[in-house]
């Protein structure tokens, strides 16, 4: 897929990076982001369907593997720069218009909850066009409504190469839905990480 990144970004505000995965995740994850600076200036949320029985190690796991702070998202906390945020289990994990997380027990989406498509949706409600949406490896359809709903207003959208990932429904689905801006293997997702970044400072 030859897109012009540059031509992409330009004059783009990036405020938020949101990530939704399923079966493979947590290897797309530990390939992704490691490539995430120290100094990174954006939230980044990250949401794996995991079994609403176990508590989630997903927090911990990588807060031993990354530079930059890492944790579970919180029930009403504030969502700093610079953070890796991770969903817990068992719970939707949305964003609020005053750019706080909330967490609920409504019923499963696609059979999952916490839910992507929640999680997405909510967040392009909040920031708009300075969302990035990222959608990875998965066996099955969350997360392709909230990537649609991200692109509707105006954020970026980026998917996993069907062909690279390691479960092909989810991103496949997400591009049966609509046209994402990016179709990318892993390895071009964890370098445009970095790149949107640097557009946080741009007006």
Sequence with gaps: MNVDLQALLSGRRVEAVVIGASAGGVEALSTLLPSLPAAYGLPVVCML??????????????????????????????IEPGTVYFAGSG???????????????????????????????SSADAYGAG???????????????GMAYIHACGGLT?????????????????????????????????????????RTHEH
């Design 91 to 121: 719970y939707h994990l949305s964003v609020e218009q005053d750019f706080t997380f909330s967490l609920s027990c409504e019923p499963p989406v696609h059979f999952a909850r916490p839910a992507i498509d929640v999680l997405m949706e």
């Design 131 to 145: 969302l990035v949406g990222i959608l990875l490896t998965g066996a099955n359809h969350d997360g392709a409504d």
């Design 49 to 78: 369907h995991l079994p609403g029985d176990r508590e989630s190690r997903l927090a911990e796991l990588f807060a031993e593997r990354l530079p930059l702070r890492v944790k579970e998202a919180s029930d009403k906390e504030p």
């Design 158 to 198: 980026v998917v996993q190469d069907p062909e690279d990932a390691q479960v092909a429904t989810m991103p496949q689905s997400a591009i049966d839905r609509f046209s994402p801006h990016l179709i990318l293997p892993l390895a071009r997702i964890g370098a445009l990480l970095p790149m949107l970044e640097t």
